[in-house]
């Protein structure tokens, strides 16, 4: 159990300092719109390091995850230089689409009702 507590803390930073790499240090033009690195799952051996990348517009998903995998060697050496540890993993980065699955799921449920008849239900159990 306490292996698995200290890769997900290093999973944790590995997302924290990658986010603020992309953003403070890389200036390829195609990153850009709205975007998130949603996770970064290490591995146990700390060689690779899958990460999900969340973008809002569906015209800038691929260039950003191209320039994302043309960089990765950058990324990777920056990671290296900002944490401490022995190797830096390799980066694999993977579209993240839950939170677009996510807005999908809202909308259907508002079109249907079921959203608003939620938090009266509720209201109605806490005057009881």
């Not at 300092?17 to 200036?27: G, V």
Request: without cysteine; negative net charge.
């Amino acid at each position: 159990m306490r292996e698995f507590q200290r890769i997900d803390r290093i999973s944790e930073e590995v997302r924290r300092e990658l986010d603020a790499i992309i953003r403070e240090e890389l200036n390829d033009p195609r990153i850009e719109g709205t975007w998130s690195i949603t996770r970064a799952e290490v591995t146990g051996d700390l060689r690779f390091a899958k990460i999900r990348v969340s973008v809002l517009e569906e015209e800038k998903r691929e260039p950003l995850l191209a320039a994302l995998k043309n960089a990765k060697g950058y990324l990777r050496r920056a990671l290296g230089r900002r944490m401490i540890i022995r190797t830096s993993p390799e980066l694999i980065f993977v579209d993240d689409r839950n939170i677009e699955y996510g807005v999908h799921i809202a909308s259907v449920l508002a079109q249907t009702g079921i959203a608003d008849a939620e938090p009266a239900a509720e209201a109605d159990n806490e005057e009881s």
